[in-house]
């Protein structure tokens, strides 16, 4: 949700918003259009939902596509709906009578928030339609319709153009899982062919809750309404909120060392907080032993929301980020940067022991970082609008200000619209929703446990059913970086065996045949890492995420696969990298900054580049099978 700083505002504005009436949440419902069909829901509704009506701005073929809301059948609410937007890949694909022959694949999308609107990545990730920054709409050539029938659902109830009663918010995950149960029990009735098609179900961030227990409720359920073969999370929020958001703060630095504008001595420093803090766990292929948990540290100089750990609960990520850096942002200053590089005032170590916590950063070494390129590093600055700091956490290059205008709100809320795709007239269409668990005191609090804690039981159901997955990052991606999926893997046991045997290091290309990053494929697990792309993975490289979904995700290309010979000899489907196994894949030299129409780039001088080569070299070498302990 880029981009990032507009959701933040809007976090923050809601955050702003706790003490005047917030007790109050809204009720919604779906609304009924003429010639809805009465009665249970069957193939005859598929005409109701068909967008036959003309969608304004949109002057290309769009192919048959259909949308409306769906109710999950909560006992008790019978206005609890999601609303789905899905597209058919070629004509007729979609509306095929029901047969166990058909074996066609099909796709669901989610984005994560809690509380976003997945119709984010309909029209600014994956889906058909994009709409421009000056609110024209152009077709998508790279919309994952391409592939396969694929729905955008707006979910939990409540999200996007999702209903609820105001006393219907989901509880937890677990209702979570059950109302997408429900929704989907329904949407099979109306496109029959899908109860038994293989389903891959994908999303991102944090899907990567909302994925997990909804498997854990599909597992749960003898006779489930379809067949899921295999799930797909990018940038997820699989482990707990230090582990995703906080630890890989170091890797981040090393893959981005801009952020700290090549200076080998804060980065000394940086390493340092990072082992004070536990976050420098060992990855090793495979894991010897669970990965002991690692705990929160907050700041000892001042109180900052967080999650509440010792209970487990979680809160929303993104606001408690806005609301930590809206705590900060005005100590931040703005140092002159521009005037002369040479003499960017370099007091960010003095004083400061190098042997204890920094007080008022605590762990948190994201927020740590963020404010040292803000204060220090060229071309980070200060965001001069109402929001509340002027970095892209989705995607370390970006440094606009202001960023590129993504806004769907225009077109979702126009008439026509609404009209053409059966939305509901009880609400209007917004990016993010903050009340997802209901409770009107505004934390958007999460109860329910992060899927990291029962992912091995996860991983043994889905081998049992035969359900592959498959966990993506993108390179550029700040706030949940790679090293965190990597650490969900290697902290799993999948087939009998905790993590990959062999380090992630076989580079994968896209249909242009440039490279695209690394993958690894074990034991039906498969992970990639694409190269020069942040948390929008489909964003960013469009292209790249079209041939990874028909490849690897609906696919079984063999790529990076690793098997063994009868003698033991491993071998590795697109053999093995020694460079990409290092722990980190370097990171473009370029940075982009000024307003988001008129991009500029800032490369940092050579002679700093190749210093920090250097440097960095012998400062991550692996010690010597002999060097002592
Ligand atoms: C559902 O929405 C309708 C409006 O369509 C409203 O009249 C009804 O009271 C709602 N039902 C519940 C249980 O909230
Ligand atoms: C695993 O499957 C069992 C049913 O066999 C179910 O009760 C349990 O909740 C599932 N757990 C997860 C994490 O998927
Ligand atoms: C990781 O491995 C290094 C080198 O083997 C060791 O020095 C360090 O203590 C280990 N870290 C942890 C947290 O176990
Ligand atoms: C795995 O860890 C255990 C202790 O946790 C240790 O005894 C054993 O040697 C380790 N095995 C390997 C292969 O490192
Ligand atoms: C590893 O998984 C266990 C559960 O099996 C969990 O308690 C622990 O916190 C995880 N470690 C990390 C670093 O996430
Ligand atoms: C950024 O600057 C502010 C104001 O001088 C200071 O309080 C803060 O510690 C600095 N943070 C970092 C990481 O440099
Ligand atoms: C259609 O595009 C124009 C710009 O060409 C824009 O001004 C207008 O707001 C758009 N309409 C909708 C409904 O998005
Ligand atoms: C991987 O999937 C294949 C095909 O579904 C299955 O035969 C095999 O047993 C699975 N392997 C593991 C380790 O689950
Ligand atoms: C597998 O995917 C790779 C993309 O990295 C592609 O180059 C290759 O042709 C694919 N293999 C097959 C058999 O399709
Ligand atoms: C390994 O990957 C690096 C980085 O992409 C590349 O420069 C190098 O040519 C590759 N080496 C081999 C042997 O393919
Ligand atoms: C901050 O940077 C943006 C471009 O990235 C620029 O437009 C703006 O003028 C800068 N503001 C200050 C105060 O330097």
């Known amino acids: 949700m880029t981009r990032t700083r507009r959701v933040l505002a809007a976090a923050l504005v809601l955050l702003a918003n706790i003490h005047v009436g917030a007790a109050q949440l809204p009720s919604s419902f779906p609304h009924k259009y003429p010639g809805q069909p009465s009665g249970d829901f069957s193939p005859a509704w598929q005409r109701y939902f068909e967008v036959t009506q003309k969608l304004p701005n ?82 998508n050539p790279y919309g994952w319709n391409k592939v396969a029938d694929y729905f955008w659902i707006d979910q939990p109830v409540g999200v996007g153009y999702s209903t609820a009663d105001a006393d219907g918010y989901v509880a937890d995950e677990e209702q979570v899982g059950a109302d997408f149960m429900g929704f989907l029990a329904n949407l099979v009735k109306v496109f029959p062919s899908l109860a038994t098609r293989p389903l891959h179900l994908t999303g991102e961030s944090y899907a990567g809750y909302y994925i997990p227990y909804i498997m854990k409720a599909y597992f749960g359920l003898s006779n489930p309404p379809v067949k899921i073969a295999k799930i797909a999370i990018g940038d997820g929020s699989i482990t707990s909120g230090q582990v995703f958001e906080l630890l890989p703060a170091l890797s981040v630095i ?49 109180d900052v929301p967080f999650f509440l750990e010792n209970t487990l609960s979680h809160k929303s990520f993104m606001s408690q980020l806005a609301h930590r850096h809206s705590l900060q942002a005005v100590k931040l200053q703005k140092r002159e940067q521009e005037a002369n590089l040479a003499l960017w005032k370099r007091d960010f170590l003095t004083g400061r022991p190098t042997d204890t916590l920094d007080p008022w950063y605590g762990c948190l070494l994201l927020d740590m970082f963020i404010d040292y ?19 892209n956490v989705y995607d370390v290059t970006d ?30 269409w917004a990016l993010g929703f903050h009340y997802v668990f209901g409770n009107p005191d505004g934390d958007n609090v999460d109860p329910s446990v992060e899927p990291m804690i029962w992912f091995t039981e996860f991983a043994t159901n889905a081998s049992a059913h035969g359900v592959g997955v498959v966990l993506y ?62 948390h929008l993975v489909p964003g960013d490289q469009p292209l790249s995420a079209l041939t990874f979904l028909r490849e690897f995700i609906i696919g079984d290309n063999k790529t ?30 370029e940075i982009y900054y000024g307003p988001g129409a008129k991009v500029s780039t800032y490369v940092f001088p050579s002679a700093t580049r190749a210093a920090w080569r250097s440097f960095i070299r012998t400062e991550t070498a692996l010690p010597s099978p002999t060097a002592g302990a």
């Open 58 to 139: 949109v002057t290309f073929n769009l192919g048959r596509s259909y949308a409306g809301n769906i109710p999950v059948q909560r006992a008790g609410h019978p206005n609890n709906t999601l609303f789905f937007y899905g597209f058919e890949k070629s004509k007729g694909s979609l509306t095929a009578p029901a047969g166990s022959s058909n074996q066609e694949p099909w796709g669901i999308w989610l984005n994560g928030g809690p509380g976003s609107s997945s119709m984010y990545g309909l029209f600014f990730e994956n889906g058909p339609i994009r709409i421009q920054p000056d609110y024209r709409v152009s077709s």
């Open 473 to 534: 990052s993108g390179n550029k991606d700040a706030l949940i970086a790679h090293r965190s999926t990597e650490i969900a893997i290697q902290n799993t046991t999948f087939g009998g065996i905790q993590g990959f045997t062999v380090k992630p290091s076989t580079p994968w290309y896209n249909d242009a045949r440039k490279f695209a990053g690394i993958i690894r494929q074990e034991r039906n697990w498969t992970y990639a890492l694409f190269d020069r792309a942040g």
């Open 254 to 302: 090393e893959t981005y060392p801009q952020l700290i504008g090549y200076d080998q001595e804060v980065y000394k420093y940086f390493k340092e907080q990072s082992k004070l803090c536990g976050y420098n766990v060992n990855l090793t292929y495979p894991q010897n032993g669970t990965i002991p948990h690692v705990p929160l540290v907050l700041p000892s100089q001042r």
């Open 399 to 428: 440094a606009t200000n202001p960023q590129i205008n993504q806004d769907a709100s225009l077109f979702l809320n126009d008439p026509r619209t609404r009209d053409a795709l059966h939305a509901p007239k009880s609400k209007p």
């Open 373 to 391: 390129a803000i204060n220090y590093t060229y071309p980070w600055n200060l965001s001069q609008t109402t929001d509340t700091f002027g970095f």
């Open 560 to 589: 990076g696969l690793v098997t063994r010979t009868s003698t033991g000899k491993v071998v590795v489907v697109g053999g093995q990298n020694a460079t990409l196994a290092e722990d980190i894949l370097p990171g473009s030299d």
